[in-house]
């Protein structure tokens, strides 16, 4: 078992980054990987260059490919975001 917690909260001090690590320590010692996309910049538009990589079966960006193995190890996939939001975040 390997769990991906992914965050997409920008402010750290949030109740949302709150829930990530209480969610994290309630998960030990199973192996958990937090993804906070807003520390790490993702930048979640579907870009011309993706689809062209998309379409053509050109290789990913190192930083995509980066990604899909992040996703790979997963066995369980928890997304933390407020309520309040509606919706998944992008």
Known sequence: MHALLVVAHPEPRSLTHHVVDRLKAAL?????EVADLAA???????????????????????????????????TDLVLVFPVYWWSMPA
């Open 28 to 32: 030990h010692p199973v192996p958990t």
């Open 40 to 74: 790490e910049g993702f930048d979640p538009r579907f870009t011309l260059a993706d689809r062209r990589s998309y379409q053509e079966g050109a290789p990913y960006p190192p930083e995509i490919a980066a990604e899909h193995r992040r996703l790979d190890r997963a």
